[in-house]
């Protein structure tokens, strides 16, 4: 044993914490090393210290009969805080929940039933009213696929894509494209755009016709 | 608090585990050990075991977490959430295990959570306060005799230096000093107390010893002299 490591096994030594092997192995390192000796002296002079130090407070009546009555509260509560919840058996719980996810999904498919379906759709009249560039003709129809979330918005997205989306499925192959198509600052020429043509506007496109 | 406990927990056939049997592998440790048996009358619901333990425990539990916490008043609240803890969780207790290690392992979670929460990280001052005569409160140590020379050191300023050094040791090292020392349990029910290894407590223990040599070092090297 060395020097470091006995000096880590000093504290436990002194707690009379090593087990018989690490004690027969620390003796021997002591009986050679007098710097260690030394250390052993002053861990259990700085132990015997910490030992003496007080180790009980009084404690008051006051704090008792405070504890006592914590006590009482919680009997008369049952213990628990909660006193319902553990009362509740699994089974019963798995029960509700059970029952709580029917009667969801009949409410969800009730309303799917009930939501109209077919092309006629509103496509996005606040959106329209609020930006003065989505008033164009062609995006109130454009926008329909993708600016309505709901799952009532979803059932009722036509089978068929509109004009301009059959017209040209690679401009809106991005479908975050089309809920935020009122944010494309060159939309117009966008549309404008014919498929031969090689691309007027837009970041990407410009990139490219300039390269 | 913690809530969630297995003692809580219902039976299968659907009644609270508190209104369970009291555990009868505990008779034979309660026979051996005062402690035991004193804990199977409060799991039994006996409210004059649990005054018993309260009387027993909460000066030793009150002298620790005062070690933790910035005034009295608060290791008092402490020291009251640990007895409350106690009895909602008597059922979890194992008579098997030391009674002193799972009340001070409740202590101890109670102490170090208390520390974690951030209007509590203020520097321990325990001998701030004053009697209720309006005196300073000074600290001694409880046998003078057993930490200073022969020599005459001055056990009260000792008793202070050592007190501002353990007060600032960090939570864990204090924590396991204190247990470890003050209350004399076992490397092994300190690491159950504190939820780590006994191997970890050895090396706080180390390392809280290592800067309490170097804080009182004058005190050390007089008592080699």
């Given at each position: 044993m ?17 087990d ?40 008051s ?10 006590i ?15 009362r ?22 009730t ?42 918005a ?11 989306l059959?017209?040209?499925p690679e ?41 | ?73 608060r ?49 321990v001052?325990i001998?701030?306060g ?29 008793a202070r ?41 050895k ?9 309490l ?13």
């Amino acid at each position: 044993m060395r020097c470091r490591r006995a000096e880590r096994e000093l504290a436990a030594a002194v707690d009379g914490q090593l087990d018989p092997r690490g004690r027969r192995a620390l003796d021997r390192h002591l009986a050679g090393c007098a710097a260690c000796r030394r250390e052993l002296a002053r861990s259990a002079a700085v132990l015997r210290a910490v030992a003496a130090l007080p180790t009980e407070l009084p404690v008051s009546l006051a704090l008792e009969q405070r504890t006592l009555r914590r006590i009482r509260a919680l009997e008369d509560e049952g213990v628990r805080p909660f006193a319902w919840w553990p009362r509740v058996s699994v089974p019963a719980m798995a029960l509700g929940a059970a029952l709580a996810a029917v009667v969801l999904v009949r409410v969800v498919t009730t309303e799917d039933a009930g939501a109209p379906r077919g092309p006629a759709v509103t496509p996005r009249p606040q959106v329209a009213a609020e930006t003065p560039r989505a008033a164009g003709p062609a995006k109130p129809s454009v926008a329909v696929a993708g600016s309505k979330r709901s799952p009532r918005a979803v059932a009722s997205v036509p089978k068929d894509p509109p004009p301009e989306l059959a017209a040209a499925p690679e401009l809106f192959v991005d479908l975050p494209m089309l809920r935020h198509l009122e944010k494309l600052e060159h939309f117009d020429a966008i549309l404008a755009t014919g498929l031969d043509d090689a691309p007027a506007n837009g970041d990407g496109g410009q990139d490219r016709s300039n390269g | 608090m913690a809530i969630a406990t297995v003692g809580d927990a219902p039976s299968p056939d659907g009644t609270p585990a508190d209104a369970a049997a009291p555990p009868s592998p505990g008779a034979a440790a309660a026979a051996a050990d005062p402690d035991v048996a004193l804990m199977l009358r409060v799991q039994a619901g006996e409210e004059a075991a649990f005054q018993e333990l309260f009387r027993k425990f909460s000066p030793r539990v009150l002298g620790f977490t005062r070690r933790f916490v910035t005034s009295e008043a608060r290791a008092e609240e402490v020291t009251q959430d640990v007895f409350v803890q106690i009895y909602r969780f008597r059922h979890r207790y194992q008579p098997e295990s030391r009674l002193a290690a799972w009340v001070y392992k409740i202590a101890t979670n109670h102490c170090l959570n208390e520390l974690r929460r951030p209007e509590r990280r203020l520097r321990v001052d325990i001998w701030g306060g004053r009697d209720k005569d309006g005196e300073a409160i000074e600290p001694q140590l409880a046998d003078p005799q057993a930490a200073t020379p022969e020599e005459g050191v001055s056990s009260r300023e000792l008793a202070r230096l050592l007190d501002t050094a353990v007060a600032a040791l960090p939570p864990k090292q204090r924590a396991a000093l204190l247990l470890s020392r003050v209350d004399g349990l076992a490397y092994k029910d300190v690491a159950a107390a504190m939820g780590c290894t006994e191997g970890a407590v050895k090396a706080l223990i180390f390392r809280a010893v290592h800067t309490l040599k170097r804080e009182l070092k004058d005190f050390v090297e007089e008592e080699e002299e």
